[in-house]
């Protein structure tokens, strides 16, 4: 199998009326490989596309690889197999943890709650920039417009980055919400954009302490969510000087943390 999507026949069954077969699109999600130096370091279940995109932002925002410096080239040895050639002399920082992934897992393989915390070579708490609340209302809508492959098989998460005039620099989607953002990762990287300074990344689900934790390591100020945080989400979030946003959508959203960059609004004392 190959491509983003695959069809397959269905039978539709309404509440009333006479059930039928019919064609129907679902997401392709397969196995991808990621090898270092021909040695296997994880298996992640993934949409196929922007394979090498996923695998560099993989190794960088889980804190494995410095940066595109450290890499000759990275190769794709079938389609389900990304193979990373270092440079001499250079090597991955840690490939003790034993990760297999899946494409809702984004943590798997790490053993305490400390190893996850991975440390960022970017000072995400220093970027001034602001974004008002209705700039920030109309990235949903502009996100799901972009998003071709959901719009076929409405089986996707996606992640979009955009700039602080609302410019779409680059969408990604998958069947998992840390892989779209690796794969947003690996472009930015690979396009030496990173740190991503004055920047807002949106996620089409919810955010979870991973989706935090890949946005620190590519140094956006601002995360948001269409849907909710998790506790540990938010605590990462306000201990990196991380704005996140949840449930951005409608006319209302909520600051979870890193309100001081949402312009035009008052400060408004805690309860």
């Not at 490989?33 to 960088?60: K, N, S």
């Not at 995360?223 to 006319?251: H, K, Q």
């Not at 909520?254 to 408004?268: C, K, L, S, T």
Request: with cysteine; net charge neutral; glycine share 10%.
């Amino acid at each position: 199998m190959s491509g983003s999507s695959a069809r397959r026949r269905v039978l539709k069954v309404p509440v009333s009326g006479t059930p039928e077969h019919r064609a129907d699109l679902l997401a392709v999600e397969e196995p991808l490989e990621i090898r270092v130096g021909g040695q296997p370091i994880t298996v992640t279940m993934r949409t196929p596309g922007d394979d090498i995109d996923l695998a560099a932002g993989f190794l960088f925002t889980e804190g494995l690889l410095a940066g595109l410096g450290d890499v000759h080239e990275i190769r794709m040895c079938d389609q389900n197999v990304a193979d990373i050639t270092l440079k001499p002399g250079r090597a991955l920082a840690d490939v003790h943890r034993n990760f297999v992934t899946t494409s809702a897992c984004g943590v798997c393989g790490k053993d305490s709650i400390e190893a996850i915390r991975v440390r960022s070579a970017f000072d995400v708490a220093a970027d001034p920039v602001q974004v008002s609340p209705a700039f920030l209302s109309t990235l949903p809508d502009r996100l799901r417009d972009a998003q071709r492959v959901f719009s076929r098989t409405g089986g996707l998460h996606a992640a979009g980055l955009f700039t602080a005039d609302g410019t779409l620099l680059a969408l990604r989607e998958d069947v998992g919400r840390h892989n779209a953002v690796d794969k947003l990762a690996g472009w930015a990287l690979r396009s030496g954009l990173l740190p991503l300074a004055g920047h807002i990344v949106l996620v089409s689900g919810r955010a979870s302490f991973e989706l935090v934790q890949k946005a620190v390591m590519i140094g956006v100020p601002v995360l948001a969510a269409v849907s909710a945080p998790s506790s540990l989400a938010a605590d990462l979030a306000d201990e990196a000087g991380l704005t996140l946003v949840g449930f951005l959508r409608g006319p209302t959203m909520n600051v979870y943390a890193g309100e001081q960059r949402i312009a035009g609004v008052p400060a408004v004392p805690r309860a």
